[in-house]
Each structure stands twice: as C-alpha cells, then as structure tokens.
C-alpha cells in the first residue's frame, strides 16, 4: 500500500493496514523494491470478514431520531 501524501486518512488506513500485516511503503522508489519482490512473491491473502450490518444501522438511526 502507498498512502496518499497529505491526506491524514490515507495515514490512518495505512496504518490500520499495516497492523494487519499489509506491506506499507511511501512510494515506488527503487529502495522499496526488496519489500515489493518479498510481497509479490511470498505475500499471504489477509482474509478479512466485514459483515453486512447496513440493517442494523438504519434501525438504530431510526430509533434514534424517529418521534
């Protein structure tokens, strides 16, 4: 991942990538290389589950501010 200079939430998704164990680099100079070849040869699928909760949001901003 190469986050976006000067944009704080790209900072904040790369490091909550990062944490995950996504390779995390500022740009593609030749002296990320090594970590780019080590990604794309021996890199794992991160398996991340994101359920779909979008029903149980409505409801909640219903019940909040329904009269």
Not at 5 to 21: C, P, R, T, V, W
Not at 43 to 67: F, K, L
């Amino acid at each position: 991942m190469i986050p976006m200079k000067n944009q704080y939430e790209q900072q904040l998704n790369a490091e909550a990538l990062k944490s995950m164990g996504v390779p995390v680099i500022k740009s593609l100079k030749s002296k990320y290389e090594p970590i780019v070849k080590e990604w794309l040869e021996n890199g794992e699928i991160i398996p991340v589950d994101y359920p779909d909760r979008t029903q149980e949001i409505i409801d909640m901003v219903i019940a909040n501010h329904s009269e």
